[in-house]
């Protein structure tokens, strides 16, 4: 399999030069680099008997094999601004190197390899609209922000969107992904078998003091947002060092007046919230919100707060979790079960059919930068483990 990986990993790199902007690869929704990407895997694809189209979301959509049961082997196409070559990308390859490495071994599987044509939700501010189409969740307000006009732009007919739906042949979804972290590498493991994609909760807190001369308001008479953010920011971490497998983070921070000399009197900061228990989740931003409110009332600082997502936790369909792990130990691997904290496809699908997820280590834990890679011989890996997965679903699903 290591040449087929090779041939995976020099076809990653060659759709990371399709870009919107020289120098860096950066791909949103249907933007121009998206047809020459598509230009490619039709190519490969019609190369190996698969009938190619793209449908009215712009998804690219190959299909190999008659069967009755149809499985659903996808990931994305487009990418963050300055972005790697593997993330999304690599799990549409991988589809494709699939079929080609099982050739006529799948005769009771109807394989359809899917390229979402949004998942990062740069260019419109919502994500997965390319598996939304799918699941047929994909809404008219989200089509109104400029959605259909861009899908007009390249052709299509967002008019024709339900016909993207899930076929009723359709009986399971598999997503190749680089882990995009570094929990793989630390444990000198290849491959990892996502049970859950953990709940989101983003919010945004607004912590209002008084601007005033840095230089003649004594240290006890000021109403400081700035450091009363600090300290809550501090509490944050605290917190979540504390709960096992829950992550905090304050990521952006905007002070005002921004200046050297004065004192901050208006600091927002964002939150985001992340784990595999809802319940968690809930806990931990309700204690975060309350300590917020403590130190603002300590300090004379006002706080306001707003819910910018409120996303839960998707489990991995258990059954075809268990194919996935018999899978990777049948391949000769160690199986390693894991929560992804990444958003992914896998969660539009999940409630519509039996998905499961299967992670590669990510080489520094790097991703969502230039220097994101993979391993060949994870990608072997992978592969093998994926041949081993299409042969067992004729006789392990219903």
Sequence with gaps: MIGLANQVIACCRRLAEFTEEPGRTTRTFLSPPMRDVHRVLREWMEALGMRVRVDDAG?????????????????????????????GVLGVVLGIALVEALGDRCPGVFIEVIGFSEEEGVKFSTPFIGSNALAGTLTEDILNRGVSDAIREFGLHPEDIPAARLSPEAVAYLEFHIEQGPVLESLDLPLGVVDAIAGQSRLMFTFTGSANHAGTTPMLLRHDALAAAAEWICRVEAYATGVRGLVATTGRIEATPNATNVIPGRVQVSLDVRHASDEIRHSAVAFLKGAAIEIGARRGIAVELEQRLGQGAVAMDAALTGVLARSVEAAGYPVHRMISGAGHDAMILAPCLPTAMLFMRSPGGISHHPDETVIAADVAAALEAGVNFVEQLETTLV
């Design 59 to 87: 998804n690219l959509r190959g299909l190999h094999g008659r069967a009755a049961k149809r499985l659903i082997i996808g990931s994305h196409l487009d990418t963050v601004p300055n972005a790697g070559a593997f993330d």
